[in-house]
């Protein structure tokens, strides 16, 4: 009975199994094995037959750790961005507005969904235009004597990339904080704790899973996009996921490609892994300092 149980389960969750092993395991694995071969010729993309580390050590020039690090700023700065943003908002999602308009309201945060990410991407291009009617409304109103001379830079890169993943981060947190339940605020309330209190001691406390992974949904997918940058930087809004893409489409180089994809995955696992260190360093001190000591020990 149980075997059967066992076989019935495994059936049901073959369609997953089967959609990480063809989409995300053997692609990954595909690129790791290219990341060893080389190119052998001006017309050749591609070979494996003599194995080496050495398109890592060639894709660890000076361009790509400056790219990298630009990439990582504009991740970094762009998730921050996010969370600023989708707090508020997710909390008034949650919280206080009617609970009649909920679904609608959630389905105006999707509606950039509906659209292609690269056209979404292109009206940005169209918005921040120098001669479009956003540089036109600011002259008009005084805020700005001269064009607006944002697009094709760094400013317009952290612009888009705010735009195309702010709902990424709002969704998690409105269904933590709508988690985190009315009951439990009401009782913060009642012991005396304000609104600003109850929202930083119980309502975001009990959000921490949703802030992480909106957290991981922005920035993971933000450091390996190629489109907003090629759109909206230019030169000067330069990410890693152009130099990578460039070396497949461009240079026909895909030994070199893949040793920069992996080394960019390798860099954002680290980096993940030092936020989530620093979150845990920090969360442990803060738990610390709460506790309350009695004469018998410590609460």
């Given at each position: 009975m149980r075997r059967k149980k066992f076989d019935r389960a495994s059936m049901l969750g073959f369609p997953t199994w089967a959609f990480v092993v063809f989409f995300f395991v053997m692609p990954l694995l595909l690129v790791l094995w290219y990341s060893f071969g080389y190119k052998p010729d001006l017309f050749t993309a591609h070979a494996n037959d003599i194995l080496s580390f050495d398109r890592y050590a060639e894709a660890l020039d000076a361009t790509f750790i400056g790219t990298f690090w630009n990439t990582l700023k504009i991740g970094f700065i762009g998730t921050a961005l996010c969370l600023i943003i989708a707090i508020p908002f997710a909390y008034w999602l949650a919280v206080k507005l009617n609970p009649k308009w909920r679904p609608l309201a959630l389905a105006l945060v999707l509606v950039p969904?509906?659209?292609?990410?690269?056209?979404?991407?292109l009206g940005w291009q169209i918005i921040l235009s120098p001669r479009g009617f956003l540089s036109d409304f600011l002259q008009n109103v005084g805020l700005i004597d001269g064009r607006l001379d944002i697009l094709y830079t760094q400013t317009a890169v952290q612009l888009g990339v705010v735009y195309n993943y702010l709902p990424l981060m709002i969704l998690p947190l409105?269904?933590?904080?709508?988690?985190?339940?009315?009951?439990?605020?009401?009782?913060?309330?009642?012991?005396g704790a304000n609104r600003i209190r109850t929202l930083f001691q119980v309502t975001l406390p009990l959000a921490a899973p949703g802030i992480a992974a909106g957290s991981l949904l922005v920035f993971i997918p933000l450091m390996g996009d190629y489109i907003t940058a090629s759109v909206l930087g230019g030169a000067q809004g330069n990410m890693i996921g152009q130099l990578v893409a460039s070396q497949f489409n461009t240079a026909q180089n895909?030994?070199?490609?893949?040793?920069?994809?992996?080394?960019l995955m390798l860099f954002i696992g680290a980096a993940v892994g030092v936020c989530a260190l620093v979150a845990f360093v920090i969360g442990h001190f803060v738990r610390r300092s709460r506790r309350v000591v009695f004469s018998g020990g410590a609460a």
């Open positions: 969904f509906w659209t292609n990410f690269l056209v979404r991407t409105y269904v933590a904080i709508d988690r985190a339940g009315r009951p439990l605020r009401e009782a913060s309330a009642d012991l895909w030994a070199l490609g893949s040793a920069m994809a992996v080394l």
